[in-house]
């Protein structure tokens, strides 16, 4: 292969310097992206990875953002077209888990989830919205999960946000193809992270079992995914849900 998937491009991770999205930034990186991305956390582990970028030539910027505050979303997606002059691809990945069952669950779980998970793909996709319309071209990803397709006992508010992001994810496609801006879900099973990390070793092996593959799967290969969706390749895939869980679902 001659050029690199993403040559030229710019893209907006949420959520990048742990996990997934750490490893989309880099794989994004890796194939030639102009890379942002925003943490909620450690500005420390966010400036790591900006050095760690420019040491290796790589044009890239972070930003203290908590992905549910909507103006920030705006503020953030301002800076990179000021920056980089474009905004090519959003990748929405920042995503948390408030797990417990539905009679113990608070409301404050509930709220939380809502708004970091689901309300945060609306503020950023809103916030790339223009650049992407006046540029003529855009690519979009939110990152669901197989919960949000199949369900969990335990994860409702997990479930119903990833879920939601699917419908938003389809009408979006449907609203901005006509200006060449397409609007995709990944939705990955069990990949090791720091999240799954939080899950009881029974019920580890419970999912792995369920798995075909028999192993987690990893935030490369999710992160491959994005850059994929992100590209020129997919120019003619919009509104999907694209599963990866090794033959779970
Ligand atoms: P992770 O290891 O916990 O990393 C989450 C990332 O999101 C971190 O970089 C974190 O930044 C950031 N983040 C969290 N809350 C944020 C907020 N309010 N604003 C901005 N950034 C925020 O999680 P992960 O496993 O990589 O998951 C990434 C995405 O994939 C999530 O949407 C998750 O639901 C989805 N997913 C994961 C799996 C899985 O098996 N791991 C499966 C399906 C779907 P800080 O470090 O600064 O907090």
Redesign the pocket.
């Known amino acids: 292969m001659s050029e690199k998937l993403l040559q030229g491009k710019t893209v907006l991770i ?9 490893a989309i930034v880099h794989e994004c990186a890796a194939q030639g992206a102009r890379v942002a991305f ?5 500005t420390a ?1 966010a400036q790591e990875l900006e050095t760690q970028l420019a040491q290796a030539g790589v044009q890239a910027i972070s930003f203290q ?4 505050d909507f103006a920030r979303a705006q503020e953030v997606a301002d800076a990179v077209v000021e920056k980089f002059g474009t905004l090519d691809v959003l990748i929405n ?5 408030r797990d417990n069952l539905l009679l113990r669950m608070g409301e404050d779980q509930w709220d939380e989830v809502l708004d ?2 689901l309300k ?1 793909v609306f503020n950023y996709t809103k916030a790339v919205a223009k650049p992407m319309m006046k540029a003529r071209t855009g690519s979009i990803i939110n ?5 949000g397709v199949n369900g969990n006992a335990g994860q409702a508010n997990y479930a119903a946000s ?1 879920a939601g992001i699917l419908g938003f994810t389809k009408s979006i496609a449907k609203e901005l193809a006509s200006r060449n801006i397409r609007c995709n879900a990944v939705a ?4 090791a ?4 990390e939080q899950i009881p070793q029974a019920e580890l092996a419970k999912w792995l079992e369920n798995i075909p593959m028999k192993r987690a799967g990893t ?1 490369q290969e999710v992160a491959r995914l994005c850059t994929f969706l992100g590209s020129d390749w997919s120019a003619y895939i919009t509104g999907q849900v694209i599963l990866i869980d090794g033959g779970m679902s």
């Open positions: 949420t959520g990048g310097t742990r996990g997934i999205g750490e925003t943490y909620a956390g450690s582990k953002a908590d992905a549910a990945n920042a995503g948390i888990t970091k998970n945060s990152m669901s999960s197989v919960v990833k990955p099973g069990f990949i992270t720091e999240m799954t935030p």
